[in-house]
């Protein structure tokens, strides 16, 4: 019996092949940086203002530059040009960082 793959669950895929990548240029993700629109496609929250659309067949995000279209077929090369945004602008690194720290148990509230 073969999965019928559907355009919701091939978004979702291609948006866990995006995490996985990313987390191997050391930007790690957790589930809750996933949203889902009301349209059906996941979303996935990097840093304040950075928001990753994943439709069908395609990565979609912006930057100052505007919007970026980048084929799910090639999640390592949208990893490549996402991590660029990090190292152009550290401060997305060091939002990112401090999201990971409020998402971490810690025991303490955050201040």
Not at 8 to 18: I, N, P, R, V
Not at 74 to 82: E, F
């Amino acid at each position: 019996m073969t999965r019928e793959t559907t355009p919701a669950s091939a978004t979702a895929e291609s948006l866990a092949l995006l995490r996985r990548a990313l987390a191997e240029k050391g930007i790690r993700t957790e589930d809750a940086d996933v949203m889902v629109t009301t349209s059906g496609h996941p979303t996935l929250s990097l840093a304040p203002g950075l928001l990753v659309w994943s439709i069908p067949r395609l990565f979609r995000w912006f930057t100052a530059g505007g919007m970026v279209l980048h084929s799910s077929a090639d999640p390592t090369g949208a990893a490549d040009l996402l991590a660029a945004l990090f190292d152009q602008d550290p401060r997305l690194r060091q939002q990112r960082e401090y999201l990971q720290t409020l998402l971490e148990p810690s025991g303490g509230l955050p201040i």
